[in-house]
């Protein structure tokens, strides 16, 4: 079964910066567009960022001038850094796996991110 892992949330400073890993496994890695998605509480899950198969990026209009993120793809992981994180930033941060072929999506677990101002 397709599996998606991630790391690196936690409690930091506003204003202070994050990176957040997320592992995957049984699928074909190379061939997924990957995605980072966030809830807060009493909102709907929005898209952080994204990244193509092929490379090409997407972010919110929210934290694209301080985001960035990219893919290792001999190791099945994507990554967001956050740079100048703000209290509106907190939430539950989950990695997403598209398979663009058969229209599946893949969630990881999540990972918390809180920030304190």
């Known amino acids: 079964q397709p599996l998606l892992v991630e790391s690196g949330g936690g409690l930091v400073q506003a204003g202070e910066s994050l990176v957040l890993s997320c592992v995957a496994s049984?699928?074909?890695?190379?061939?997924?567009?990957m995605g980072w998605y966030r809830q807060a509480p009493g909102t709907q899950r929005e898209l952080v960022a994204q990244?193509?198969?092929?490379?090409?990026?997407d972010y919110a209009d929210s934290v694209q001038a301080r985001s960035i993120i990219f893919r290792d793809n001999a190791k099945n992981m994507v990554f967001l850094r956050m740079n100048d994180l703000k209290p509106e930033d907190a939430g539950v941060y989950y990695c997403?796996?598209?398979?663009?072929?058969?229209?599946?999506?893949?969630w990881g677990q999540g990972t918390q991110v809180t920030v304190s101002s």
């Open positions: 990244i193509a198969r092929d490379g090409v990026t």
């Open positions: 049984g699928i074909t890695f190379r061939t997924y567009d």
């Open positions: 997403n796996a598209n398979d663009t072929i058969l229209a599946k999506n893949y």
